[in-house]
């Protein structure tokens, strides 16, 4: 290497070029071979000190300046999930080198890809000469470039500090702007890009698992607990919320709204307003039952077993469905077909109850009882019609009282004490009978139902045919008519049939000019079927006779003297008498 032209300035003034790696040139080729006399006879002067790396350059050439310290800018946030940068390190991370120290020459910075790496001057030291800047190594070639990753010549430490942008980093410059300069600028380092933050390191599968157990173990004690608290609150209160059963739909019907004429319903509906309750009193008893309204003046119609105790003018207390009640006056009454009509009077709304046709009934026909049993008012029973022209007989027990006869129709509709004189309806609500007696446990014919037990299914009620009739004639003349054949019969036969006259007569056995006596009816003889029907005994006769209006003509069958005797027919038309 040719030797340096002198400048006219100290050799302490020139610029100190980077030092090679030992045994080679900053460009990395070999040395020339100076001879040691020579080099010591060239060599410059050196201060018995070392080399003062910060001293004053002359003017107008680059000097080795200390770096200055880094520019502190305001982070930009990254987003989410990127990692900031300028966090600490994780253990072990190596960190990178801070300034070098005093002495140690800053090491050269990576150009750009593609740009090729400056020479670095030749080491300064004895037997060798000093370069100027003017006296820069040849640009290095392209083998001597920086690679494309920016890996410094072999030698040449790697530091990880950068200087802040357009701070000088000593001893590096460029490959084209001069000596020790990069192009485009006079002394000055590229910025290098700022390292981002260590990767955290990811998390064991153990870690996750042991977090994944404390949180299930944690739910599980909320839901035991909250469990516990829920069915301590069920046993101590039986539920958790208000309990509210289903119910149907609303309906006409559920609203109160009417029901079909032939229901149970719809004809109690229509016949409560007509159904009055009784109370009689007098001789220090009171009795009850009930009683029906016949028409708009005020006549009701019931039993005679229930006015039969009334004593004076107000002894009747009169009650309709609607609460109203008044006082009623006994119109007439007839014991033998156990019928009386009350009046009352200054009674508005009266209801009438329409009458059927109890001819028309027959068996197995639905049935419906109103009454006031034990004094229930309103009571409302059904049933079926069980069997028609029973003959029946009621009374008779208390001194002075008549016994009763009846060809009543039979109906299991329950009827009980205080049904008397109520009505009996068919299935289209029209009266067809008049409750009047029930068969008792144990008892031997049948009761008035005031005078008996509870129903057990045998109730009997008087046609409302017959009644019809009665009541027409107590309401006009105070009394009613019996139809009669004029004959007297012994009610101590015990034969088949009723014989007329005998030992249990006790009167005329046929009446003079009567009509048994018009038919050629004789004492003795037994009458054994009337209009076809067989008679069993006395009193059947009469139920027989007495359900016919006088004048009605019958046909009977008689056995002449006797059971033994020769049998025949005889036509009869039925007289009358005042009951």
């Known amino acids: 290497m040719d030797e340096p032209k002198g400048t006219g300035q100290p050799s302490t003034w020139r610029s100190r070029p980077r030092r090679a790696a030992?045994?080679?040139?900053?460009?990395?080729?070999?040395?020339?071979?100076?001879?040691?006399?020579?080099?010591?006879?060239?060599?410059?002067?050196?201060?018995?000190?070392?080399v003062d790396p910060y001293a004053t350059p002359p003017y107008g050439e680059p000097g080795p300046w200390a770096p200055?310290?880094?520019?502190?800018?305001?982070?930009?946030?990254?987003?989410?999930?990127?990692?900031?940068?300028?966090?600490?390190?994780?253990?072990?991370?190596?960190?990178?080198?801070?300034?070098?120290?005093?002495g140690?020459?800053?090491?050269?910075?990576?150009?750009?890809r593609g740009i090729p790496a400056p020479a670095l001057p030749p080491q300064q030291g004895a037997g060798s000469s000093p370069v100027t800047p003017s006296d820069s190594a040849p640009a290095p070639s392209h083998e001597d470039a920086a690679p494309p990753h920016g890996t410094l010549p072999h030698g040449v430490p790697v530091s990880a500090a950068t200087p802040p942008h357009g701070v000088r980093v000593p001893g590096q410059g460029t490959a084209a702007g001069g000596a020790g300069e990069w192009p485009g600028g006079r002394g000055y380092a590229f910025q290098q890009p700022v390292p981002g933050p260590a990767a955290r390191p990811p998390r064991s599968t153990a870690s996750r698992l042991s977090r994944l157990a404390v949180g299930a173990c944690?739910?599980?004690?909320?839901?035991?607990?909250?469990?516990?608290?829920?069915?301590?609150?069920?046993?101590?209160?039986?539920?958790?919320?208000?309990?509210?059963?289903?119910?149907?739909?609303?309906?006409?019907?559920?609203?109160?709204?009417?029901?079909?004429?032939?229901?149970?319903?719809?004809?109690?509906?229509?016949?409560?307003?007509?159904?009055?309750?009784?109370?009689?009193?007098?001789?220090?008893s009171e009795a009850t039952g009930t009683g029906f309204v016949l028409d708009r003046r005020g006549h009701i119609l019931t039993n005679n077993h229930v006015v039969e105790s009334a004593k004076g003018a107000d002894a009747v207390r009169v009650t309709f469905s609607s609460g109203q009640t008044a006082t009623g006056r006994v119109v007439g009454s007839d014991s033998g077909y156990d019928l009386a009509v009350v009046e009352v009077s200054g009674v508005s709304g009266l209801r009438p109850l329409p009458l059927g046709d109890s001819d028309a009934v027959r068996v197995g026909d639905p049935v419906v009882a109103i009454g006031a049993p034990y004094d229930l008012d309103g009571t409302v029973t059904t049933g079926i019609i069980s069997a028609k022209e029973r003959p029946i007989t009621a009374?008779?027990?208390?001194?002075?009282?008549?016994?009763?006869?009846?060809?009543?129709?039979?109906?299991?509709?329950?009827?009980?004490?205080g049904n008397s004189g109520g009505p009996l309806m068919d299935g289209r609500g029209r009266v067809i009978g008049v409750n009047s007696a029930i068969k008792?446990?144990?008892?031997?014919?049948?009761?008035?139902?005031?005078?008996?037990?509870?129903?057990?299914?045998?109730?009997?009620?008087?046609?409302?045919?017959?009644?019809?009739?009665?009541?027409?004639?107590?309401i006009n003349d105070g009394r009613a008519t019996h139809p009669v054949?004029?004959?007297?019969?012994?009610?101590?036969?015990?034969?088949?049939?009723?014989?007329?006259?005998?030992?249990?007569?006790?009167?005329?056995?046929?009446?003079?000019?009567?009509?048994?006596?018009?038919?050629?009816?004789?004492?003795?003889?037994?009458?054994?079927?009337?209009?076809?029907?067989a008679v069993a005994d006395g009193e059947e006769l009469i139920v027989r006779v007495r359900s016919h209006r006088p004048g009605d003509r019958l046909e009977l069958v008689v056995r002449r003297g006797g059971a033994g005797g020769a049998e025949r027919s005889v036509s009869l038309t039925l007289g009358s008498a005042s009951g």
């Not at 071979?33 to 070392?50: I, K, N, R, T, Y």
């Open 22 to 50: 030992e045994g080679r040139t900053a460009t990395g080729a070999e040395p020339p071979a100076v001879s040691e006399a020579a080099g010591a006879a060239d060599a410059p002067c050196e201060p018995l000190h070392g």
């Open 68 to 102: 200055a310290p880094p520019v502190q800018r305001p982070a930009v946030t990254p987003p989410r999930g990127v990692p900031l940068p300028g966090a600490t390190p994780a253990h072990g991370t190596p960190l990178p080198s801070a300034t070098p120290p005093h």
């Open 104 to 112: 140690v020459p800053a090491p050269s910075v990576t150009p750009p």
């Open 218 to 284: 944690a739910l599980a004690l909320v839901a035991g607990v909250a469990g516990g608290l829920i069915g301590a609150y069920v046993e101590r209160h039986g539920q958790v919320t208000d309990i509210e059963l289903p119910q149907a739909g609303a309906d006409p019907a559920a609203d109160g709204g009417p029901r079909p004429k032939g229901s149970i319903a719809g004809i109690a509906r229509r016949a409560l307003p007509g159904v009055v309750t009784l109370h009689a009193r007098g001789g220090g």
């Open 395 to 417: 009374g008779g027990e208390e001194p002075g009282s008549e016994m009763s006869y009846v060809d009543a129709l039979q109906t299991d509709a329950p009827i009980n004490p």
């Open 440 to 474: 008792a446990a144990g008892s031997g014919s049948a009761l008035p139902d005031g005078k008996s037990g509870g129903s057990i299914g045998l109730g009997f009620a008087i046609p409302v045919n017959q009644a019809r009739r009665v009541a027409e004639e107590l």
């Open 485 to 533: 054949i004029g004959v007297t019969l012994d009610m101590e036969y015990r034969g088949e049939g009723a014989r007329i006259g005998g030992s249990g007569g006790g009167g005329e056995a046929v009446a003079k000019g009567g009509p048994a006596d018009e038919a050629g009816l004789a004492e003795g003889d037994v009458i054994t079927r009337v209009n076809g029907k």
